[in-house]
């Protein structure tokens, strides 16, 4: 079956100053990745996807993750934090998760807080 | 133009009280998905509908029943509410089931159960 693991449960930095989140998953095929962010009171967006090709993928608002295979991460970066990237960030890990329909499996969510 | 939404946006309840919730989605998908969200953030999917039927039905108690009466709505029926059924429901959609369709999600309905 397949899991995610995010190893910070809460974050916080400067405005300006740069960020990662981690994000290591656990699946025995080819995994397909997701970031997505959670806004207070809001529905999940997607910020970013991995299927295949170059490891290093640009998302929207700035975001980027870079998937390593050897060490089945799937880090979420960005250089300089704005106080409105203040959210709940959730890595995903898209499989058949032990069935015979694909399927997402989150983790537990990273709560990031940005102070001015 | 809501792409996803919800009704209610928020539920408050007894226990022991059936209630429904509501999910469309405008964006001409033909799968739709119920997940739970609990009071620590994890989010777990629940149910998964492609063109009106039931591909995924992961270890619910069967007091949840999801219903769609067509591609562009899946509702949520729960019966005899338990205090642990608080939480927030998140209904989504893709274009198919498949692993290269993103998923758009509503905004979410918290249910609270007294």
């Known amino acids: 079956a397949q899991s995610v693991t995010q190893p910070d449960i809460h974050i916080t930095v400067s405005e300006g100053a740069s960020l990662e989140l981690r994000c290591n998953y656990s699946y025995g095929a080819t995994p397909y990745l997701f970031w997505y962010v959670q806004s207070p009171g809001q529905g999940l967006q997607l910020l970013l996807k991995?299927?295949?090709?170059?490891?290093l993928v640009q998302g929207i608002k700035g975001f980027e993750a870079e998937f390593k295979r050897s060490q089945s991460s799937f880090n979420l970066r960005k250089p300089s934090v704005h106080w409105s990237d203040a959210a709940e960030y959730f890595c995903a890990v898209g499989g058949l998760g032990g069935g015979s329909n694909y399927k997402l499996t989150f983790g537990k969510g990273t709560l990031l807080t940005v102070n001015p | 133009d809501t792409a996803v939404s919800q009704t209610p946006k928020y539920l408050v309840t007894q226990m022991g009280n059936d209630k429904s919730i509501k999910c469309e989605q405008n964006l001409g998908h033909d799968t739709m998905y119920w997940y739970k969200q609990d009071s620590k953030k994890f989010l777990k999917i629940m149910f998964s509908?492609?063109?009106?039927?039931?591909?995924i039905n992961e270890t619910v108690p069967n007091r949840f029943s999801p219903k769609s009466p067509d591609k562009a709505h899946l509702n949520l029926h729960i019966n005899s509410l338990e205090l642990g059924d608080s939480a927030v429901y998140f209904c989504?959609?893709?274009?198919?089931?498949?692993?290269?369709?993103?998923?758009?999600f509503g905004p979410g309905t918290r249910l609270t159960v007294l």
């Open positions: 989504a959609s893709s274009q198919g089931p498949g692993q290269y369709n993103e998923q758009f």
């Open positions: 991995y299927f295949s090709g170059d490891t």
């Open positions: 509908y492609n063109n009106k039927e039931l591909i």
